[in-house]
C-alpha cells in the first residue's frame, strides 16, 4: 500500500486534527494512532507532540480504550478472556494493561461459555448426543475446540458443555 502524503507532514496541530477524526469515529489505542499518523506520512516528532497532547487532553487513554474493548466484546457475543486480551495486544495495547482491562471479564466467563455453548449448539445441534460412540465424541471435541478458539479456557468449556446438557465421555 503505497502511503499518503500529509499536506503540512511537519505540523502537530495537522497531525492532532487527524488523530482526533480518528478517534471521533472509534475509540483508539496509542499505537494504533501512531502508525496510521506515520502511514498518512506525519513526521515522527509532529506525530510524538500530537500524541502527547492528546494524551494530556485524556481523549486517548490506553487503559479507558481496553476498558471499553472488553465491555464491547463481552456485550456482542460470548467472547472469553483470552482471546480479548489478544485482540488488545493487536491493536497495540501493553500486555500489562489488556491482562488488568480482561481481569473484570473472568467474572462470569462461565456463564458465557454456557451461552456460547447453547449457541453453538442452536447453529450445529449433535446429531449423535446421548451416544457414546467415536461420531459423537468427535461433535463434542469440535464444540470445545471451537470454545477454546473463542477465548475460554479449557475448565470454562467443560463446565459449559455439562451445563448445556452434552453429556460427558466414558473413559
Not at 509532529?46 to 481496553?66: H, M, N, P, T
Not at 475446540?145 to 459449559?160: H, I, P, T, V, Y
Not at 455439562?162 to 465421555?169: F, T, Y
Amino acid at each position: 500500500m503505497k502511503p499518503r502524503q500529509a499536506r503540512h507532514p511537519e505540523s502537530e496541530v495537522a497531525a492532532r486534527w487527524s488523530a482526533m477524526r480518528m478517534i471521533e469515529r472509534r475509540p483508539h489505542a496509542v499505537r494504533e494512532v501512531v502508525t496510521k499518523l506515520t502511514r498518512k506520512g506525519y513526521e515522527p516528532p509532529a506525530i510524538e507532540a500530537a500524541v502527547e497532547r492528546l494524551k494530556e487532553q485524556g481523549l486517548l487513554d490506553d487503559e479507558k480504550f481496553a476498558a471499553a474493548f472488553v465491555r464491547s466484546r463481552i456485550a456482542r457475543k460470548p467472547t472469553g478472556r483470552r482471546l480479548i486480551s489478544m485482540q488488545l495486544t493487536a491493536h497495540g495495547v501493553d500486555r500489562a494493561v489488556a491482562a488488568a482491562a480482561t481481569a473484570g471479564a473472568a467474572t462470569g466467563e462461565a456463564e458465557r461459555a454456557v451461552d456460547a455453548a447453547r449457541r453453538y449448539l442452536r447453529r450445529k445441534p449433535f446429531k449423535y448426543a446421548g451416544q457414546r460412540n467415536l461420531d459423537a465424541a468427535k461433535e463434542r471435541s469440535r464444540l470445545i475446540g471451537w470454545l477454546l478458539r473463542q477465548g475460554f479456557d479449557s475448565d470454562a468449556a467443560r463446565k459449559a458443555l455439562a451445563i448445556a446438557g452434552v453429556p460427558e465421555e466414558e473413559d
